[in-house]
């Protein structure tokens, strides 16, 4: 073989090599970040289980635990994609639905498709508020992509919003269902232990929706013994929320039996000196909460004041910013229009108005959003 034939076979070799080598970088786009703050570029994402979300980086295989994954950034989302996620953000659902569903069409990718239609139908679900039909519709949606995709990275996700939907559906006894398998599936497949306690809250709001309210006690007594069980920086400020959120629906099945004395004795007692501060803001809302329905009950005024300064207290120890403080607003709003022009300024109503939209811009994705939407459409 001469040598001008060896170079060029050569030289080939090495631009096919060159070019092989290029290919598969292209092809590694996606980003993964890590609750331990770790992000992992330049990589091409393979499969998304329950358990771990694998990769290929530069033909070596890798992969992140499931309960580690922060955020996924996909390199090669098609625009649709990107443009569902602007609207979420923005709190736009409806079209977010609509987005990220023809983002399951444009992709070739099977694992962003599959993530496309979960996102479609969770959006769909949040976009529900308190349209029973849509709710129902996004059940559906998650139901059939549940079937589908038992073992997805997404399934705790799709269990939660599935729930949560049936729940807007008007159909609480399926979604103490729903929630009940979520807890057993998150200890049974070793989901973040995190899991567990996000179930056993709304498994007992779902016993509350069902007006079973000594079953709810009990489902938010465990929830708050199950959150002391986990551990974790990360789960840290959303253990103190879940806690928080379980104390007060202790007391918030008082209120939903009509038994506000007991309802207001509970609270103060729960955030007595030696509570911690979030548990402490969320049994102040707890008790402006009683007392405002315990007024409307009464179809007077008498305790109004009483409530709106607890309100106040709440939203200025909540140290969460979440479900505390979207609750003390909302109910701030509403004790404005209750004690109306007569014993507050003429403003009254737009200042009411502007708590309902303060709840609506900055805690959409809490159920006090939906009420303060409703109170602002009147």
Avoid: H
Wanted: proline fraction near 2%; aromatic fraction near 8%; charge should be negative.
């Amino acid at each position: 073989m001469n040598r001008s034939y060896e170079k060029t076979v050569l030289q080939l070799a090495l631009a096919v090599a060159t070019l092989t080598a290029g290919s598969a970088s292209t092809s590694a786009q996606d980003t993964i970040s890590t609750t331990t703050g770790r992000r992992i570029r330049g990589v091409e994402i393979t499969a998304l289980t329950s358990r771990a979300v694998q990769y290929d980086q530069d033909g070596t295989a890798g992969e992140v635990p499931a309960s580690q994954v922060l955020e996924i950034r996909w390199g090669d989302a098609p625009e649709s994609y990107q443009l569902g996620r602007g609207s979420a953000n923005g709190g736009d659902f409806d079209a977010a639905s609509d987005q990220f569903a023809q983002a399951a069409q444009d992709t070739s990718r099977a694992v962003l498709k599959t993530e496309c239609e979960f996102l479609a139908a969770e959006a769909l679900s949040r976009a529900a508020g308190s349209d029973q039909g849509k709710a129902q519709r996004a059940a559906d949606m998650l139901g059939d992509w549940l079937g589908s995709n038992a073992d997805n990275f997404r399934a705790p996700d799709a269990l939660m919003a599935r729930g949560r939907a049936l729940l807007g559906a008007g159909s609480p006894a399926q979604a103490e269902t729903t929630f009940k398998t979520l807890a057993d599936d998150s200890l049974a497949k070793n989901w973040a232990p995190i899991w567990n306690v996000r179930a056993k809250v709304e498994q007992a709001r779902a016993l509350m929706a069902a007006e079973n309210f000594a079953g709810a006690r009990t489902a938010f007594r465990s929830a708050a013994s199950a959150a002391k069980a986990v551990t974790g920086t990360e789960y840290k400020s959303e253990v103190d929320s879940l806690t928080a959120a379980a104390s007060v629906g202790v007391g918030e099945t008082m209120i939903r039996e009509g038994n506000f004395k007991d309802a207001l004795d509970y609270f103060r007692e729960l955030g007595g000196r030696d509570a911690d501060l979030a548990v402490k803001a969320a049994a102040k809302a707890g008790e402006g909460q009683a007392l405002y329905l315990q007024a409307q009950s009464k179809g007077g005024q008498e305790g109004l004041r009483g409530a709106q300064l607890a309100l106040a207290m709440a939203s200025v120890l909540d140290p969460l910013g979440g479900e505390t403080s979207a609750k003390a607003l909302y109910y701030s709003g509403m004790v404005l229009l209750a004690l109306g022009p007569d014993r507050e300024t003429s403003t009254f109503k737009q200042r009411a108005f502007d708590y309902f939209e303060t709840v609506v811009k900055f805690y959409g994705s809490t159920s006090w959003a939906v009420l303060a939407a409703e109170e602002l459409r009147r």
